[in-house]
């Protein structure tokens, strides 16, 4: 089996209200570009590989009609939540506890998606099969989309933002996550067959996707983080990110960073 991070598997539940913000954070984003892709393609077919609690994708099946998703996870305790919230909802999401690539058997998807996954496995060469196996699973013209976190050097002159950038990337590297995996897939892609690769990095900030989110996110990241990697997120470091992110007034503008990676199977240009 490819190993995926434990760290990122074992913390089971507490991972919801930071999966939660991610959603209402990036997704001001990554639902334009999604639904964009499904509506103009007519995809109808939909797997999530790495859904987590599945809060993203809940998102997703409540803006669209006519489109039937597939949701899988490693973690059962997420996937439970998932199925919980739409039997709720009713919106017919199918989740199964499953491992893509290994005991996963569906496949002719429109469209396969991957949300903040590709980056916690831990060997280059499982994520090449893991592209591999999403070749394998889509149908003819199907399309593929890893969005992934991008932990990007570029700073503004705030020391607690700046601590804050440092101890991410100090935890990204700890846990032996890709903090920026973006720049390998594209060419893990085109081994892997696909046509029409594109590859994008997003601008996250107060001002792309408003300061409440933004700020959210900040903390919910802390507070995630500290239970990751205490070592280096004291508990000061942590009051001082929280009131920070409270008190809203940095030194600049505080940038995060999201990738999109899109290739589609066979197609030629
Ligand atoms: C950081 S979470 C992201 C959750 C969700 N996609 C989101 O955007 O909020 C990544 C999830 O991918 C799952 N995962 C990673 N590799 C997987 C695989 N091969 N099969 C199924 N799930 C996988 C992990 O268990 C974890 O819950």
Known sequence: MSQVNKAIIDINVQVAPVYKAQSDAFGVLDYPFLLDIINKNGLSKVLDVGTGEGSFLIGLAQRTTNVAFDAIDLNKNLVEIGKANNEILGLGINFQHANFGENYAESNYDLIMARFAVEHIVELSDINSFISTTYEKLRENGWLVIIEYYVHELDIDDSTWSKFRENELATYKSIKAHPRIALKLPESLRKAGYKNIRSSINHISPSTIGAEFFYNLVQEYTKI????????????????????????????????????TVGQKTVAF
């Not at 990697?229 to 990110?241: A, G, K, S, V």
């Not at 409270?246 to 999201?258: A, C, D, S």
């Open 225 to 260: 983080y500290s239970k990751i990697t205490p070592d280096f997120w004291t508990n000061e470091l942590t009051d001082e990110i929280f009131s920070w992110c409270n008190k809203n007034q940095p030194k600049g503008e505080p940038l995060l960073f999201t990738s999109y």
